[in-house]
């Protein structure tokens, strides 16, 4: 399992060059990717298009666009101008967003969210791979052309969690990306269901790229204290509550992997084994002395690359 950092959910820095030296750093410490969302801050594929020109090797993945505020094609030459900036290291996270957050906050109509995906995937493929689509849909329409410069294709992932998006993922993308997904439902829910729609479809074994929050410490319960502050929110939108009710709980300072050296390790083996081909790591703080608590996590991380 591939080892990446996440950050944006917590951690971000408070200034855009900031964020662009927390890819650098990432790719000094040897991380195999790096992961940002597309939230209320820095836009995220122009943060790491700048980061393309300071980095070399580490692969850039968002996770993840939402799409109903962006038409394919304006997201199409935006990543493929990313592609072409970071040499082609690029991993597009493309998702739903959440019914709240698309009606209450850009006044659009949350209406029939996996069908606006496939046609939307549909769409964004064909432009990606084919530099051209000419498509008629019940929710797009769209004849266009994209030519960007030194464009090449790249993977596009889908946050799928459900039945449907599941299926969607497996058969037209590269893989998925999950959040609030425990060990034991991504072992008997995402993997199995997304992995049965790409053989059916003759597509190669999908990505799993797991997001997880992540804090080594001596107090667990001190920790999931603050996981519970920093997370709370999620367990407040359907589709994440039911991935924690699948897991057994209903809160998500659960599904956090917390504890010391030995027991993160064991836990993040977990995930390996359920499937997931990336860890996506939340570093968030513990212990009172934040600082120290984040580098004792990434510590441990650096140290797991290459071995999960």
Do not use: N
Request: with cysteine; hydrophobic share 40%; aromatic share 4%.
């Amino acid at each position: 399992m591939r080892i990446g950092i996440f950050i944006g959910v917590v951690g971000s820095a408070p200034t855009l060059e900031g964020q662009v030296q927390q890819v650098v750093e990432a790719e000094a410490d040897g991380f195999d990717s790096y992961w940002t969302p597309q939230v209320a801050g820095t836009d995220a594929l122009t943060l790491l298009a700048l980061a393309g020109a300071r980095t070399s090797r580490i692969e850039v993945g968002t996770a993840v666009v939402p799409i109903f505020q962006r038409h394919p094609t304006a997201l199409a030459q935006q990543a493929l101008t990313t592609q072409a900036a970071t040499a082609g290291r690029l991993a597009l996270g493309i998702g739903l967003s959440h019914k709240p957050a698309v009606e209450d906050q850009m006044g659009l109509t949350f209406d029939r969210p996996a069908l606006r995906m496939l046609e939307y995937l549909t769409v964004l493929r064909e432009l990606v791979q084919e530099g051209r689509t000419r498509f008629s849909g019940e929710t797009l329409s769209v004849s266009a052309t994209v030519q960007v410069p030194s464009g090449s294709p790249f993977p596009i992932l889908i946050a799928a969690l459900g039945p449907r998006m599941l299926k969607i993922a497996g058969e037209l993308s590269e893989g998925t990306v999950t959040w609030m997904v425990g060990p034991k439902t991504l072992r008997d829910h995402i993997t199995p269901k997304i992995t049965a729609a790409a053989s059916a479809s003759g597509r190669p074994e999908p990505r799993i790229c797991a997001g997880v929050p992540i804090c080594v410490t001596d107090d667990p319960a001190g920790a999931r204290g603050r996981a519970a502050e920093l997370f709370q929110r999620y367990g407040s939108l359907p589709s994440y509550r039911k991935m924690l009710e699948m897991e057994g709980t209903d809160e998500p300072a659960d599904v956090a992997v917390v504890g010391d050296e030995a027991s993160v390790e064991r836990q993040l083996r977990g995930y390996a084994e359920g499937g997931a081909a990336d860890l996506l790591a939340v570093i968030f703080p513990g212990d009172p002395d934040e600082e120290a608590s984040t580098a004792r996590t990434r510590a441990l991380l650096k140290k797991l690359v290459g071995a999960l």
